[in-house]
């Protein structure tokens, strides 16, 4: 009888710190927003805009393996010369540290900023918030409103026009690597795929409650999407092929945050986040962490699920020895 009154109260402590363990777990997982702003970084270059992320495994930008960057225009809102700047990203630090984030909860890793090389002139453009960088390992991509998709090698070298114009009046810019398209999003939410020499007009997104479309991006299989003055980021899953497997009107997921500020580009790359570029604000800022970081980069277990996974360890291993008895 002792043996049994034992087992029940060995059960009972068990099953208690599992319903605290549950309680921790689920107190995380209530969160006002679905991702985080990690900090503004103000180059001082006049309106920001285009921005694009590279991680550079190669170290093709400046002979630093393994070194992340950002790519954005800066100058006027409208008209007149548009330069472009590079600048090198590190964080000392784990970069989804955040005091909000129920994932990595702490105070946020320091960032610096370091500019490679000199502003380089791309051109005069009607609206440098019109077009947008894409890099990779085969150099830099800058597209596609006024001129249409323009190449260069790494160091702004054999400038060559590749693609055409897009319809109408776009704002965003992106590449999918598994099908080799590429990708444009109009001013009213029109989203359109270069087909061969043809841009193809696909389907029109969701009012996001943001004035207009702004921000688009492709990473892996998946397209985020958002719009210039919203909070909301949308996502669409595409086939290997690049098709998009989800309705117009319903998207994969959406993630929703309470402070944003203007979307006048989009980007990915260091830190495993997105990055936007703030237009009149003169920033480019930093978003991931949360749910969205769940669809974007690796991610970390909460402590909860740490502990949960102990306790069911724990627990299998009692049961064994039980039976041994």
Do not use: C
Not at 5 to 22: E, G, M, N, Q, T
Not at 224 to 231: L, V, Y
Not at 300 to 310: N, Q, Y
Request: aromatic content about 14%.
């Amino acid at each position: 009888m002792k043996n049994y009154v034992h087992a029940f109260k060995s059960i009972r402590d068990i099953l208690v710190v599992a319903s605290i363990a549950s309680a921790i777990v689920a107190s995380q997982s209530v969160q006002a927003d679905d991702y985080y702003n990690y900090g503004d970084f103000n180059p001082g270059v006049g309106y920001t805009t285009g921005v694009g992320g590279y991680v550079d495994t190669a170290g093709r930008v400046e002979g630093i393996a393994g070194g992340e960057y950002l790519f954005f225009t800066g100058g006027p809102s409208y008209g007149g010369d548009t330069y472009a700047y590079i600048y090198r990203v590190e964080t000392a630090g784990d970069e989804n540290m955040h005091p909000l984030n129920p994932e990595a909860t702490g105070p946020i890793a320091p960032r610096t900023f370091t500019r490679v090389g000199d502003p380089y002139l791309v051109g005069n453009y009607s609206s440098g918030h019109e077009n947008e960088f894409y890099v990779n390992d085969s150099g830099i991509y800058y597209g596609a409103d006024d001129f249409g998709i323009t190449h260069w090698d790494f160091g702004w070298l054999n400038r060559t026009v590749i693609g055409p114009t897009t319809p109408g009046t776009t704002q965003t810019f992106a590449y999918h690597e598994a099908s080799g398209t590429w990708w444009a999003g109009g001013t009213y939410r029109e989203i359109y795929r270069l087909d061969g020499l043809s841009w193809t007009y696909l389907f029109t997104h969701p009012n996001l409650s943001g004035d207009h479309h702004d921000g688009m991006e492709i990473i892996g299989n998946s397209l985020f999407i958002s719009d210039m003055t919203s909070d909301i980021l949308i996502q669409y899953r595409l086939d290997a092929a690049g098709n998009v497997l989800d309705a117009p009107g319903s998207p994969y997921k959406t993630f929703s945050y309470s402070a944003s500020p203007y979307v006048e580009g989009m980007g990915y790359g260091p830190n495993n986040h997105l990055w936007i570029s703030g237009w009149s604000s003169g920033t480019v800022y930093e978003l991931g962490g949360g749910a969205l970081q769940e669809e974007i980069g690796p991610t970390i277990p909460a402590p909860g699920a740490i502990v949960l996974g102990s306790i069911g360890v724990a627990f299998v291993g009692w049961l064994r020895r039980r039976r041994t008895l």
